[in-house]
């Protein structure tokens, strides 16, 4: 049974970097054809796709929300069967649960969609304040 | 960017009620939206991809369909496990939650 499990900070200071790691047991991160990716969710704003990557042979990707795509990194250790997020410059709208997830993708008329999100960790609260 | 929109916010109901939750898009999509239910503290869990095809273990009491723009979720014979909040998903948007309460 594949399961997902998140890791890192619960309190993040402004301006500083926020860093979570997922943990991918049960399975390969490496396998196809799925991608791996974080999700944050908050009163204020929902749910909220961050970031996804895909790797698989000699392929690798890295998928970014245009909005938060020049604070985000997304990255990869296969040895660990991990992937990591970093938010910089983090301020109080960064303060959400944070999910790591799966998701599966089909490709339409030269694009590539998300069809369904069907595993996830069980999320991590990280609060940004002084 | 596409927005998807559900409704009701919020619903009530009886044991046994059948229900419906909409999602309607911004502009036109494909027939990739998904539902989750979500329960409090807890992740999300998907429960119909693709529309209407139903995730491995869910029953079938839960149905999607679509019109146009607008997916629908629907519950029939609601059992008081089915209180939570439902999302649905259009590749990397969300909408807003529709929270259902068992009366």
């Known amino acids: 049974q594949l399961q997902l499990q998140e890791s890192g900070p619960g309190l993040v200071k402004p301006s500083e970097t926020l860093s979570l790691t997922c943990t991918v047991s049960g399975g390969s991160i490496r396998s196809s054809p799925y991608y791996w990716g974080w999700i944050r969710q908050s009163p204020e704003k929902g749910l909220e796709w961050i970031a996804s990557?895909?790797?698989?042979?000699?392929?690798?990707?890295?998928f970014y929300n245009p909005s938060l795509e020049s604070r985000v990194i997304i990255s990869l250790d296969t040895s660990k069967n991990q992937f990591s997020l970093n938010v910089t410059s983090v301020t109080a709208a960064d303060t959400a649960v944070y999910y790591c997830?799966?998701?599966?993708?089909?490709?339409?008329?030269?694009?590539?969609?998300?069809?369904?999100?069907?595993?996830w960790g069980q999320g991590t609260l990280v609060t940004v304040s002084s | 960017d596409i927005q998807l929109t559900q409704s009701p916010s919020f619903l009530s109901a009886s044991v046994g009620d059948r229900v419906a939750i909409t999602c309607r898009a911004s502009q036109g999509v494909n027939s990739y939206v998904a539902w989750y239910q979500q329960k409090p503290g807890k992740a999300p869990q998907l429960l119909i991809y693709?529309?209407?095809t139903l995730y491995t273990g869910v029953p079938s009491r839960f149905s999607g369909s679509r019109s146009e723009t607008e997916f629908t979720l629907t519950i029939t014979s609601l059992l008081p496990g089915d209180s939570g909040n439902y999302f649905c998903q259009h590749h990397l948007a969300f909408g807003g939650g529709t929270k259902v309460e068992i009366k």
């Open positions: 997830a799966r998701d599966t993708r089909q490709l339409e008329l030269n694009q590539w969609y998300i069809s369904e999100i069907d595993y």
């Open positions: 693709t529309t209407s």
């Open positions: 990557l895909y790797s698989t042979g000699n392929t690798y990707s890295t």
